[in-house]
Each structure stands twice: as structure tokens, then as C-alpha cells.
């Protein structure tokens, strides 16, 4: 056990960049013309009562595994169920961050924590690219990942 200071605020930054990251894939290859209607509009009291209504992450996967490109939905629906209980944890004030500050961190907890925000940037990084439009630039963004291996989570095949 490695006892570091580590602030819950940083592990719970984690799940609002995988919401982040998860509504930009969906927002990009998924949603509706009336749910990015409700995402761009000024914001309004009204606005934002309407915003409530989009879906949530689990809705968002579901529609990205029909609509999404292929393996999105399965590899970010994998991030959410290895991630999520934890993540939530920090977020609302659980167990997780009271017990990390009593005993520590392992030194392999930091280093998947670390790694799964790279991943999240990575991809974040990719949707930019493919929103450039610019064929050379994503093809040369989605090889990063094999140069930065050794700071990302390993890649696992997708399902047959």
C-alpha cells in the first residue's frame, strides 16, 4: 500500500470526463436533431429543464450500439462497468475516498487511474480529429494509441 495524497476531487474529475467523452461520441454519431436542439439552445430556465430530459449514459451506450462506430459502445460500455462504482463513490462522498485516506493508494490503483484518464483524453483527442474531417490527421490520432501504450489501459479485442 502506497500511502499518497491523492485529492478525491481528482478521481472524481474522472466521471464527468467519461460523461463528457461518452455525450460527445453520442452527440457526434447518435443523437437526435431534437436532442442537440436541446443541447445548443440559449440557456433559459426553460432550457435547462428541457436539457434534463436528454439521455443518460446508459441510453447514450445503447443508442451508440446501433448508431455509434463500430466498438464505441462496447468499449466505453466496459470503461463504465469497471469504473462507475468507484467513480461514484468520489463523486457523492462514499467509502472509496474515507478508506483511500485512511490506508493509501496502491500503487497500481494510481497507476489504472492514471491510465484511464489517458484513455479518456486519447479518445476525446480522436473526436476532435474526426470532426476536422481531415482523413490523414485521424488515422494518424487513432495510431497514437500503439506509441503510447505504456500510458494507456491495454486494449482488449472487440466481441466477434
Given at each position: 500500500?502506497l500511502?499518497?495524497?491523492v ?10 470526463q ?11 454519431h ?17 432550457s435547462?429543464?428541457a ?11 445503447a ?8 466498438g ?5 460500455g ?6 462507475w ?15 483511500r485516506g485512511e ?15 489517458n ?17 490523414e490527421?485521424?488515422?494518424v490520432m ?8 505504456d ?10
Open positions: 500500500m500511502l499518497v495524497e485529492p478525491p476531487s481528482a478521481t472524481a474529475l474522472l466521471r464527468s467519461f460523461e463528457a467523452l461518452v455525450r460527445a461520441v453520442w452527440a457526434r447518435a443523437a437526435k436533431e431534437s436532442e442537440l436542439a436541446r443541447l445548443l439552445a440559449p440557456l433559459t430556465p426553460e435547462q429543464q436539457a434534463k430530459k436528454l439521455p443518460g449514459v446508459p441510453d447514450m451506450l443508442a451508440l450500439e446501433t448508431l455509434g462506430p463500430r464505441a459502445a462496447a468499449l466505453l466496459r470503461a463504465r462497468a469497471r469504473l462504482d468507484g467513480l461514484n463513490s468520489y463523486v457523492h462522498g462514499g467509502i472509496h475516498p474515507f478508506q490506508s493509501g493508494y496502491p500503487a497500481q490503483l494510481l497507476s489504472d487511474l492514471l491510465k484511464n484518464t484513455a479518456m483524453t486519447m479518445l476525446t483527442v480522436i473526436m476532435l480529429a474526426e470532426i476536422t474531417g481531415d482523413a490527421f485521424v488515422a487513432n495510431a497514437l494509441h500503439h506509441e503510447f501504450a500510458v494507456l489501459p491495454e486494449l482488449e479485442p472487440f466481441p466477434a
